[in-house]
T-cell receptor, first 121, second 110 residues
Framework: GAVVSQHPSWVICKSGTSVKIECRSL??????MFWYRQFPKQSLMLMAT?????????EQGVEKDKFLINHASLTLSTLTVTSAHPEDSSFYIC?????????????????FGPGTRLTVL | RKEVEQDPGPFNVPEGATVAFNCTYS??????FFWYRQDCRKEPKLLMS???SGNEDGRFTAQLNRASQYISLLIRDSKLSDSATYLC???????????FGRGTSLIVHP
């Protein structure tokens, strides 16, 4: 199956610092990647859709200036949490879908990265 | 009404039991359906796609009922290792953004 990696897998930082999380599709190209956040014992919450070569699309209530997304290539999207605060502590997960462009069931199967656990002190 | 709804459970079953989950969706134009499994503090992993004709993978069987707009997951001969949260994902219907259910928690006990 398709492989998606994330880096770092966990990070602890001081309040006010910025943290960058990378999401890479290792064996396929992804024009679209998704960023999710999950708090303990809660469901995945979609934060934004990352589009290669264009601006990300943010979900309602997600601050685009706080969560900066860059999708510079077909295999890499980054999420930067700027001026992180303790309430930003969460599990951040990205997903990507192999895009064949020709339709079919497998084009929208989501493959998830292993997640990044962010703790802001 | 939420777009994708699941009973959060938990479903508490003994080893060897058969258990079934349903997931309802509101967008009748939805085209793709999936079941994912998420273990505690881990990322979701694809369990199986759900096809119109239904599909089976070992002890797992997934069905799609378009008329009633739900998908189901049946697990036979439950194992302790099946304990996890099962997420229903629906895609298509005018949007390429996948919609997740909140998940159904399964606990298999000895």
């Amino acid at each position: 199956g398709a492989v998606v990696s994330q880096h770092p897998s966990w990070v602890i930082c001081k309040s006010g610092t910025s943290v960058k999380i990378e999401c890479r599709s290792l064996d396929f190209q992804a024009t679209t990647m998704f960023w999710y956040r999950q708090f303990p014992k809660q469901s995945l919450m979609l934060m934004a859709t990352s589009n290669e070569g264009s601006k990300a699309t943010y979900e309602q209530g997600v601050e685009k200036d706080k969560f900066l997304i860059n999708h510079a290539s077909l295999t890499l999207s980054t999420l930067t949490v700027t001026s992180a605060h303790p309430e930003d502590s969460s599990f951040y997960i990205c997903s990507a879908s192999p895009f064949s462009g020709g339709g079919g069931r497998s084009t929208d199967t989501q493959y998830f990265g292993p997640g990044t656990r962010l703790t802001v002190l | 009404r939420k777009e994708v709804e699941q009973d959060p459970g938990p479903f508490n079953v003994p080893e060897g039991a058969t258990v079934a989950f349903n997931c309802t969706y509101s967008n009748s134009a939805s085209q793709s359906f999936f079941w994912y499994r998420q273990d505690c503090r881990k990322e979701p992993k694809l369990l199986m796609s759900v096809y119109s004709s239904g599909n089976e993978d070992g002890r797992f069987t997934a069905q799609l009922n378009r008329a009633s707009q739900y998908i189901s997951l049946l697990i036979r001969d439950s194992k302790l290792s099946d304990s996890a949260t099962y997420l229903c994902v629906v895609n298509g219907g005018g949007s390429y953004i996948p919609t997740f259910g909140r998940g159904t928690s399964l606990i298999v006990h000895p």
